[in-house]
């Protein structure tokens, strides 16, 4: 992508209103606006890191055997009063009357619509397990939306619900969860560590919740430092036994703030980390709390009818993009990791207009091709091509100026350690290929 041509309006003031890094940096860089209080627009920057991070959550559910499909964003009310949920959920849900003064809200997520579509649809117990999930925006009426993207009203979700026959099997789908959540934030140069959480009225379920750690986040954390060091699991075989792996990760000490043992943190000495998260992701297995009331039933191996066990898992997509931040920045803007990036290289004009200069650009830009480098083509001080380009972040810079030119040289930087080198633009190019 040409910049000249590209809608990237960047800010140099800092915005007032964002309090912590990562919104101030999206806002700067041009990758959101606000549109509402908690309701943003995504401008090509952001809407391209986006979509990577979505991939990314998609392959990772791919892999673990679940299917994607796609439910709507408004629901219908009764379904929720089939539940019980339609009260309880109280003023978070935004509720929506239509024409026909029938109730609908925006979905805050969707358990009740895919118990509906499982119950209709499925008989019988050679049809289980099942994992089920989509990637679409809810709305949650939060009292105070706050830090950008991060506690959005409306924002990008990936849910999966899993039903299966029994509480065993039900297990096995929760754990090719807790695996695929591993490595989907692996994936995106994350630190996450998964934490034992509160599961609410309904004891004895099984629930955690996957925190990154960064000094802004909300939730305090406690934990091992192993659990910071373990290597991401590769070469999973989702559906070999995973309960082995699982305790592995659930089998050192990691606790919220909440319910945090004093005593047991003691013990670990210095081997204990304490740190600030930000939840990205979130797995629960509740049993029969929505098959239950709503009659997902399938017919059992004895032909009598069994209340499917379900669960659910949820990915804060959109929340990730400034979780990433948070994680990776330094004072001259954000550090992509590659895997998110919006765009591998940053290559940089240093004399627009100038013959030699521009051939070399235009042959490099052409070489790599114009979805992989944000051409800065821009007839721009020098000083702020740099100063644009550390900011949004992108993992290489080629800056290609006559005085290098003269020597046969490019000069290429590294965004994340600083390094510059000068090399060939061959050299450069068959890296970057690379
Ligand atoms: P939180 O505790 O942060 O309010 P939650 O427990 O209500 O989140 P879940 O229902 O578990 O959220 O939703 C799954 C994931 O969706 C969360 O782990 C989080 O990453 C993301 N998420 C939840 N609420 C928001 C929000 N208001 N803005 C952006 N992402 C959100
Ligand atoms: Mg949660």
């Given at each position: 992508?040409?910049?000249?041509?590209?809608?990237?309006?960047?800010?140099?003031?800092?915005?007032?209103?964002?309090?912590?890094?990562?919104?101030?940096?999206?806002?700067?860089?041009?990758?959101?606006?606000?549109?509402?209080?908690?309701?943003?627009?995504?401008?090509?920057?952001?809407?391209?890191?986006?979509?990577?991070?979505?991939?990314?959550?998609?392959?990772?559910?791919?892999?673990?055997?679940?299917?994607?499909?796609?439910?709507?964003?408004?629901?219908?009310?009764?379904?929720?009063?089939?539940?019980?949920?339609?009260?309880?959920?109280?003023?978070?849900?935004?509720?929506?009357?239509?024409?026909?003064?029938?109730?609908?809200?925006?979905?805050?997520?969707?358990?009740?619509?895919?118990?509906?579509?499982?119950?209709?649809?499925?008989?019988?117990?050679?049809?289980?397990?099942?994992?089920?999930?989509?990637?679409?925006?809810?709305?949650?009426?939060?009292?105070?939306?706050?830090?950008?993207?991060?506690?959005?009203?409306?924002?990008?979700?990936?849910?999966?619900?899993?039903?299966?026959?029994?509480?065993?099997?039900?297990?096995?789908?929760?754990?090719?969860?807790?695996?695929?959540?591993?490595?989907?934030?692996?994936?995106?140069?994350?630190?996450?560590?998964?934490?034992?959480?509160?599961?609410?009225?309904?004891?004895?379920?099984?629930?955690?919740?996957?925190?990154?750690?960064?000094?802004?986040?909300?939730?305090?954390?406690?934990?091992?430092?192993?659990?910071?060091?373990?290597?991401?699991?590769?070469?999973?075989?989702?559906?070999?036994?995973?309960?082995?792996?699982?305790?592995?990760?659930?089998?050192?000490?990691?606790?919220?703030?909440?319910?945090?043992?004093?005593?047991?943190?003691?013990?670990?000495?210095?081997?204990?980390?304490?740190?600030?998260?930000?939840?990205?992701?979130?797995?629960?297995?509740?049993?029969?709390?929505?098959?239950?009331?709503?009659?997902?039933?399938?017919?059992?191996?004895?032909?009598?009818?069994?209340?499917?066990?379900?669960?659910?898992?949820?990915?804060?997509?959109?929340?990730?993009?400034?979780?990433?931040?948070?994680?990776?920045?330094?004072?001259?803007?954000?550090?992509?990791?590659?895997?998110?990036?919006?765009?591998?290289?940053?290559l940089i004009n240093l004399k627009v207009?100038d013959?030699?200069t521009d051939?070399a650009c235009?042959?490099?830009?052409?070489?790599?091709?114009?979805?992989?480098?944000?051409y800065d083509d821009r007839?721009?001080?020098?000083?702020?091509k740099?100063?644009?380009?550390?900011?949004?972040?992108?993992?290489?810079?080629?800056?290609v100026g006559?005085?290098?030119?003269?020597?046969?040289?490019?000069?290429?930087?590294?965004?994340?350690?600083?390094?510059?080198?000068?090399?060939?633009?061959?050299?450069?190019?068959?890296?970057?290929?690379?």
């Amino acid at each position: 992508m040409r910049l000249s041509r590209y809608f990237l309006p960047t800010l140099k003031e800092t915005p007032a209103e964002a309090q912590i890094v990562s919104h101030r940096l999206m806002l700067r860089a041009a990758m959101v606006r606000q549109h509402a209080a908690g309701i943003y627009t995504w401008l090509p920057l952001g809407f391209a890191v986006l979509k990577k991070i979505e991939q990314i959550v998609r392959e990772e559910q791919n892999r673990a055997g679940a299917q994607e499909m796609l439910m709507p964003t408004i629901q219908s009310a009764e379904l929720w009063r089939e539940s019980g949920r339609y009260d309880d959920y109280g003023k978070e849900m935004l509720r929506i009357t239509d024409r026909h003064e029938r109730d609908m809200l925006y979905g805050p997520t969707a358990e009740e619509v895919i118990t509906d579509v499982f119950r209709t649809s499925i008989r019988s117990y050679k049809d289980l397990p099942k994992i089920l999930y989509h990637i679409q925006w809810k709305f949650r009426d939060e009292v105070r939306p706050r830090f950008g993207v991060m506690r959005g009203r409306e924002f990008l979700m990936k849910d999966a619900y899993s039903f299966d026959l029994d509480t065993a099997t039900a297990r096995h789908s929760y754990n090719q969860m807790f695996v695929a959540y591993l490595r989907t934030f692996a994936r995106m140069g994350l630190k996450a560590i998964p934490l034992r959480a509160e599961t609410g009225p309904i004891g004895g379920d099984l629930s955690h919740e996957f925190i990154v750690l960064a000094d802004t986040g909300e939730s305090e954390v406690h934990c091992h430092r192993a659990l910071l060091e373990k290597p991401t699991p590769e070469g999973v075989d989702y559906d070999a036994d995973l309960q082995p792996l699982v305790d592995e990760w659930t089998g050192l000490y990691a606790a919220a703030d909440e319910m945090h043992d004093v005593t047991k943190a003691a013990s670990l000495g210095d081997d204990l980390v304490t740190a600030r998260g930000i939840e990205v992701g979130h797995i629960f297995h509740f049993g029969t709390k929505y098959s239950a009331p709503m009659g997902a039933t399938v017919t059992g191996p004895d032909g009598d009818p069994v209340t499917v066990a379900m669960g659910s898992y949820g990915v804060g997509v959109s929340r990730l993009v400034g979780a990433i931040i948070e994680a990776s920045h330094d004072d001259a803007g954000i550090i992509w990791p590659e895997a998110v990036a919006p765009f591998h290289v940053g290559l940089i004009n240093l004399k627009v207009g100038d013959e030699g200069t521009d051939a070399a650009c235009a042959s490099l830009y052409d070489a790599l091709g114009p979805d992989r480098v944000l051409y800065d083509d821009r007839d721009e001080r020098a000083g702020a091509k740099f100063a644009d380009m550390d900011l949004i972040g992108l993992p290489w810079q080629v800056i290609v100026g006559p005085k290098g030119l003269a020597k046969g040289v490019v000069e290429m930087k590294n965004r994340a350690t600083g390094e510059r080198e000068e090399i060939s633009a061959e050299s450069a190019l068959a890296r970057l290929s690379g």
